[in-house]
């Protein structure tokens, strides 16, 4: 499937990577996104949050890329060994948005099937060419809770984050603060806009809320 070129369209290029690289060791292996959620699967919750907001979308997931088929999504395993998690995908996105011509990448976790529909818009509200923000929720106790795996992340950090990885650096909320993000809050929605399916008793709860409020569904 070709990507489209900035020339292609007059809509500005808004590239999302979705971060499906993980193990899933919590749910017994295999992929959390491929699990079935209401009428779909979890990546179909995800897809259908997602590709309203942005212009271009891929995949950061290992394995199988037969797995992914019928997606319309550019896979991007990672470039380093070992599995070095989370950043390891963004890095890809970012690599990817670059090649692209964007300036940034939206990153969102493939487990978090009801995250805000206005995700994008939220994060690059007002921002220039270097703006990096993450989000975060609001507990209905007040408390602030960084999402450090749904940022808009400038991809002229890519050089940086490379050195970080090889250096050992794993923790995706520490090296974006360490170079500059900021938070955007979300307020308390239900489901909680970043609820995420770790466990099997997340994938229950997920579809309690599917069957209370349908319109979630894709």
């Known amino acids: 499937m070709r990507e489209k070129n900035p020339s292609d369209t007059a809509q500005p290029l808004r590239p999302a990577i979705i971060l499906a690289g993980g193990q899933s060791l919590r749910m017994g292996g295999g992929h959390k996104a491929l699990m079935p959620l209401g009428n779909g699967r979890v990546i179909d919750h995800v897809l259908a949050r997602l590709r309203p907001q942005c212009s271009h ?30 950043l390891a995908g963004i890095l890809e996105g970012m690599e990817w948005a670059a090649a692209l011509g964007a300036r940034h990448v939206l990153s969102v976790a493939a487990d978090t099937p009801f995250f805000p529909p206005d995700l994008y818009d939220r994060l690059a509200a007002g921002s220039d060419q270097t703006a990096f923000r993450l989000a975060s929720a609001l507990g ?16 002229c950090l890519r050089s940086q984050l490379r050195l970080a990885l090889l250096k050992g650096e794993r923790k995706v909320g520490q090296w974006a603060t360490e170079n500059g993000a900021t938070s955007v809050k979300f307020a308390p929605t239900t489901p909680p806009p970043f609820f995420n399916i770790n466990l099997p008793e997340d994938l229950v709860q997920a579809k309690a809320y599917l069957d209370k409020a349908p319109s979630l569904r894709p």
């Open 140 to 155: 209905v106790d007040g408390r602030e809770r960084f999402q450090p795996t749904f940022g808009l992340w400038p991809v």
């Open 57 to 86: 979308l891929a995949l950061s997931a290992n394995g199988d890329p037969a797995l992914w088929q019928g997606l319309g999504l550019d896979l991007r395993p990672d470039s380093l060994p070992d599995y070095p998690g989370p």
